[in-house]
């Protein structure tokens, strides 16, 4: 858990760098066991971009082995 949140941590500031970024916290769960990104881009091309960048790409690397089942990913919609 730990070294996910640092890893997580390390992102945060290259991706609110993003030109496209427009929010980018990170939360912890009430049982400290899980991990929780609100991630706000202007459009799905700037979101998809993030996606693709060097450091996003490394963080999902190390998921794959760290990580007890796969990230979960929920687009919502403002009402």
């Known amino acids: 858990m ?5 890893k997580l941590q390390a992102i945060v ?7 496209g970024c427009i929010r980018f916290e990170l939360y912890t ?6 991990l929780f990104l609100v991630e706000r881009f202007v459009s799905q091309q700037a979101f998809d971009e993030y996606y693709q960048q ?8 190390f998921y794959e082995s ?13 009402t």
């Open 2 to 6: 730990a070294e996910c949140k640092r």
């Open 13 to 19: 500031a290259p991706t609110l760098a993003e030109a």
């Open 29 to 34: 769960g009430d049982n400290k066991t899980c």
């Open 54 to 61: 060097a450091y996003t790409k490394q963080v999902f690397t």
């Open 66 to 78: 760290a990580l007890a089942k796969a990230v979960e990913i929920n687009n919502l919609t403002e």
